[in-house]
């Protein structure tokens, strides 16, 4: 017999085996968790023992697979984001338990131990806890759970609007204009660039952050963005993708950012935002640059992401709206401005089809009569 080698799964420092080309993770990589878990699974293979029986996967091992098998499956990051969070909590409690013994009570001590926190609105702490559910539906997928556990785990109830004191979400807000206006004069033109375009397209965040050169097609009038991927890619037939027409405000801010970037590149990197602000600094500096500033060696500084992400937008509008002095407010809010002007202006069916969707609970479908529409409205705004 065959005695598998213990692997390292470096991304989050897990040891693991291989059995029936299954991956069976065991610990943190050098505990002695880890290596009690592997001579215990080395002994069970000597006395005959298959790993038939799911006993052997750990709470830990199901989330290490369900995280490194779903990395980049969802088109948002956002989206892994939240089973991560979802995941903090059984794993705080139950890390080291059989999968097949985590049930419905122990899920709703999870789910107290998440109201207790006071970080979640019930509407989102629901979302959670079925996040928890999705994670054993995977490993039931692996073979890695029992039918039987994703079933019980259910029964468990969502709480319900008013049966609990936990607060309700509050419905986000569309920006006001007087704070938009304030807040963009301390950005970096950059990112002043991001939320300008966000303002004249109704764009969401991520559609911003993930923008290339290439993506835009400036052949036609008014120029359509064509995005590679978003967030709603799974509901869509393949060859149909998420276009956004780009009005002449639109094509104003976008147009110095594709004549100096290659076709490949993200129109906004904060590479550049980190440029702007550099040479800002030196421009106002009273005092002359030192040599050991000259000669400072930065190849050991951490490299600029290619591109922003939702969270460090988010942080740049917020560290600009506390230095101009108004309420701090996030990206998507700047979604719900347009759509609520847009609709004032054009009619609700108008707002769905400019921000993409068919219908008011955000059901996407795309036709080609919306599309005629989204032009015509783009002309329209200029």
């Known amino acids: 017999m065959k005695i598998p080698k213990m692997g390292h799964f470096k991304p ?21 968790e880890a290596a009690e878990a592997y001579a215990r699974l080395v002994d069970s293979l000597i006395h005959g023992n298959t790993m038939g029986d799911t006993t052997a996967v750990t709470l830990a091992d199901l989330a290490a697979a369900f995280l490194e098998a779903r990395a980049n499956y969802y088109g948002s990051p956002a989206q892994i984001e939240r089973f991560k969070t979802a995941l903090e909590f059984p794993l705080r409690l139950y890390a080291n338990l059989p999968v097949d013994e985590f049930g419905p009570l122990k899920l709703q001590t999870v789910r107290q131990q998440m ?10 702490l629901n979302t959670l806890v079925n996040c928890i559910r999705h994670v054993f539906k995977f490993g039931v997928e692996r073979e890695l759970v029992k ?28 920006v006001d204009i007087e704070i938009f206006q304030k807040t963009i004069e301390y950005l970096p033109p950059t990112v002043a660039a991001m939320v300008q375009l966000q303002r004249f397209t109704g764009m969401r965040p991520g559609e911003v952050c993930i923008m290339k050169a290439d993506d835009v097609d400036t052949t036609v009038d008014p120029w359509v ?5 978003d967030k709603t890619d799974y509901r869509r037939a393949a060859d149909d993708k998420r276009t956004i ?11 110095p950012f594709l004549e100096r970037k290659e076709p490949n590149e993200y ?3 904060p590479l550049d935002a980190q440029t702007e602000r550099s040479a800002e600094l030196r421009a106002t500096r009273l005092t ?9 060696d930065n190849s050991e500084r951490r490299p600029y992401n290619a591109r922003y992400d939702v969270n460090a937008y988010g942080r740049a509008i917020a560290r600009a709206a506390k230095r101009a002095g108004v309420e701090s407010w996030s990206p998507n809010q700047l979604r719900h401005l ?21 219908t008011a609970y955000v059901t996407q479908i795309y036709a080609e009569r919306d599309r005629e529409k989204a032009v015509e409205i783009a002309m329209m705004e200029g």
């Open 245 to 255: 027409p780009l009005g002449k405000r639109a094509q104003e801010v976008v147009a």
């Open 147 to 174: 039918p039987d556990t994703l079933l019980a785990l259910k029964s468990l109830s969502p709480i319900k609007r008013g049966r609990s004191a936990m607060r309700e979400a509050v419905p986000v807000k569309p």
């Open 338 to 358: 347009y759509a609520t002007e847009i609709r004032a202006k054009y009619g609700l069916e108008a707002a769905q089809i400019m921000l993409g969707h068919s």
């Open 12 to 32: 989050r420092n897990l040891a693991y085996v291989c059995i029936n080309r299954k991956r069976v993770y065991l610990g943190k990589w050098g505990s002695p």
């Open 225 to 229: 963005y064509t995005l590679s991927h």
């Open 115 to 124: 109201m207790e926190s006071g970080r979640f609105a019930r509407n989102y």
């Open 267 to 269: 129109l906004f990197s």
């Open 288 to 296: 002359p640059i030192t040599k050991q500033t000259r000669d400072r």
